[in-house]
């Protein structure tokens, strides 16, 4: 099946660093995804990202949707104890019919630690 | 507007017992959708709802019942709890159905149900 790998698999960074992490795919998606999941709570969407090659900011985050369309990477510049968390990528597909639309494939997470 | 509401927030159950985990939304989200996640597995998809009297299997629906009589909610069903079910649970809906319709609708997750099973 499909698979999202993200690296990588954990960050321990002191405060101020710059962090970037990514996801590749041997398919193609269409709508990439970053979360961040803080303990004991949900996922909460960071940037939707929906057109190759887009560059989106959200305050001191930043994510690329890869030309290929089977990349894509978050930088957090600065970085603060706050965003200690599980960063997770997810990729969708558009596939055409019914049902499957809204599924997504979910990478394994970066286990970000800040050191303040 | 509360978003996702999930209870309760922790369950411990014996092997065999039944429980249903509730799940409601406040945005008129037509899509809702159940999650497991495990340490190593990340986020896996159990079951999923597009609209009112419409539900589908994701990649792990084995062992688990849903249904979805109202927008609002969607609840699931472990019909005889089993070890293998220990994990934390997602509830997660979004706007959109995708089929036709904007895309621009990400997942809004509630906060989790924890859940164990002995």
């Known amino acids: 099946g499909q698979q999202l790998n993200q690296s990588p698999q954990s960050m321990f960074i002191q405060e101020g660093e710059d962090v970037s992490m990514n996801c590749t795919s041997s398919s193609i998606f269409n709508t990439w995804l970053w979360y961040k999941q803080e303990p004991g709570e949900g996922p909460v969407l960071l940037i939707a990202l929906y057109k190759a090659g887009e560059l989106t900011s959200n305050g001191r985050l930043t994510a690329q949707f890869g030309i290929t369309r089977k990349d894509s990477f978050l930088n957090i510049s600065a970085s603060i104890p706050s965003d200690v968390g599980i960063y997770f990528c997810a990729g969708q597909l558009y596939p055409s019919g019914a049902g499957n639309n809204r599924k997504l494939i979910w990478g394994l997470g970066t286990s970000l630690a800040v050191n303040p | 507007n509360a978003g996702v509401t999930q209870t309760p927030k922790f369950q411990v159950l014996k092997t065999g017992q039944s429980m249903t985990l509730q799940c409601a939304q406040d945005?008129?989200?037509?899509?809702m959708s159940w999650y497991r996640q495990d340490p190593g597995m990340g986020l896996r998809l159990i079951h999923y709802s597009v609209g009112a009297g419409i539900t589908d299997q994701g990649e792990v629906p084995n062992g688990y019942n849903v249904s979805r009589s109202t927008t609002e909610d969607f609840p699931l069903r472990l019909l005889s709890a089993a070890p293998s079910q220990t994990s934390v649970y997602f509830c997660?809906?979004?706007?959109?159905?995708?089929?036709?319709?904007?895309?621009?609708?990400?997942?809004?997750f509630g906060n989790g149900t924890r859940l164990t099973v002995t």
């Open positions: 945005m008129n989200h037509e899509y």
């Open positions: 997660a809906s979004s706007y959109s159905r995708g089929i036709g319709g904007s895309y621009n609708s990400p997942l809004h």
